[in-house]
């Protein structure tokens, strides 16, 4: 008997070789990566600074990565791992081109770790720094931001860093250790908070901070510091700033603080404590009551008592309430003081009171929000802190306290 073809099996070896030819022929128009640009031909900028100058133009800075000496093994000198180049233009897209006929390779600023600002121009305004850094593809939005204080923001990318081999490295790691934030978070930080009508956004604040000779013998002297932040009103200008300890607070009363050493004075006595506190939460309760708002701001926090100087046996829980009635106090003063301060002088809520009104009264919000700027200044604020102690270290009275 003989067989005949299969019509089903031959209908499906011709649609095979019509989708292979239809693929073949759509791949031919594809262009190939003619443009593409190998890693030795570009320039890695890693840090940039801008600043404004006497006659109203851009100055752009960037820092380049050296790659022949990050490979070297060793230490090596800190100052021979980058380079920095500046032009001015109208834009920062002009002086960045105007730079790139100084430079052999092509710049890319796909690596960016870090941009600094100076002072003057913070204080002049970002709004019409802000858009290449958002608008361009190449910017990273996971990049740091920082505002140099007192200097221009160029200075920062001439301090090298004796430790790290790229100084953008060691400025994310120094902030990041101190409780300044996630590295690569303070941009978005920022472009989040200055898209609120109501609140007002910070950025990091570093400072030039210059070392004894002796520091390290045959290295730079100086380095660069992370002493608090830099507070701007609602038009992008900064306003003021906040130092380190008053960062932490504001940190932990805005409920992004995990954990922090806090050293405080016994009331009555000589003698001072360290308490190491984590597990730090806060809740904002405000309450409007006719045109007023009330805010009541709530911190706790879990403590272990790492070092004390008292003669206090803190396996008793006297010495131990005391300890915590002393923190407890110390907390919510230097809160209260922080957040009148910034009511009083700068006006602007960079506390997130605007968030949790918003969030408690979400129909009155529309009419909170227009008037949101004297609300927060004429507001009446209430601290309560507390942190249980629940480690107190080693049993018994103090070594230097105990008599042989």
Not at 297 to 320: F, Q
Not at 360 to 378: A, C, G, H, N
């Amino acid at each position: 008997m003989r067989v005949g073809r299969n019509p089903d099996r031959t209908r499906t070896w011709k649609a095979r070789i019509l989708t292979t030819a239809s693929t073949v022929l759509c791949l031919s128009f594809v262009p190939g990566c003619w443009d593409m640009r190998e890693l030795n031909n570009r320039a890695l900028v890693i840090s940039s600074a801008i600043d404004m100058t006497d006659d109203g133009r851009i100055c752009l800075t960037d820092q380049f990565a050296i790659p022949s000496a990050l490979g070297q093994q060793g230490a090596g000198d800190p100052k021979k791992r980058f380079y920095t180049l500046s032009e001015t233009g109208d834009t920062v897209q002009e002086a960045a081109q105007v730079l790139q006929t100084r430079q052999p390779r092509y710049i890319f600023i796909g690596h960016r770790r870090n941009i600094f600002f100076g002072e003057p121009t913070a204080r002049q305004g970002l709004a019409h720094l802000l858009d290449e850094f958002t608008r361009n593809p190449e910017s990273r939005l996971r990049t740091d931001v920082a505002v140099v204080d007192g200097r221009p923001g160029s200075d920062a990318l001439k301090v090298p860093s004796i430790v790290e081999k790229l100084p953008s490295i060691a400025a994310l790691k120094s902030r990041s250790v101190v409780g300044g934030g996630q590295p690569g978070s303070a941009f978005v930080d920022f472009l989040i908070a200055s898209d609120n009508e109501t609140s007002c956004p910070t950025m990091p604040l570093v400072k030039i901070v210059e070392q004894p000779e002796d520091y390290v013998a045959g290295s730079p002297s100086a380095q660069i510091a992370f002493v608090g932040r830099a507070v701007f009103n609602t038009q992008l200008k900064m306003v003021g700033k906040i130092d380190y300890e008053e960062t932490v607070y504001r940190f932990w009363e805005m409920g992004r603080l995990t954990h922090q050493t806090f050293s405080v004075r016994l009331p009555g006595k000589e003698h001072s404590v360290s308490v190491y506190v984590n597990h730090m939460k806060s809740k904002i309760l405000p309450v409007i009551r006719g045109h007023h708002l009330y805010v009541t701001v709530k911190m706790d926090g879990d403590g272990s008592l790492n070092e004390s100087d008292a003669s206090m046996d803190y396996m008793k829980p006297e010495p131990v309430k005391t300890v915590e009635d002393a923190l407890d106090k110390k907390v919510a003063d230097s809160v209260q003081h922080l957040i009148s301060r910034v009511q009083q002088e700068y006006h602007t809520d960079i506390f997130n009171f605007d968030g949790a009104t918003h969030n408690r009264y979400p129909f009155l919000w529309p009419s909170l929000e227009k008037e949101w700027k004297d609300l927060f200044t004429d507001a009446t604020i209430t601290v309560q802190a507390h942190v249980h102690i629940r480690t107190v270290g080693q049993t018994g009275l103090p070594l230097h306290h105990v008599t042989v």
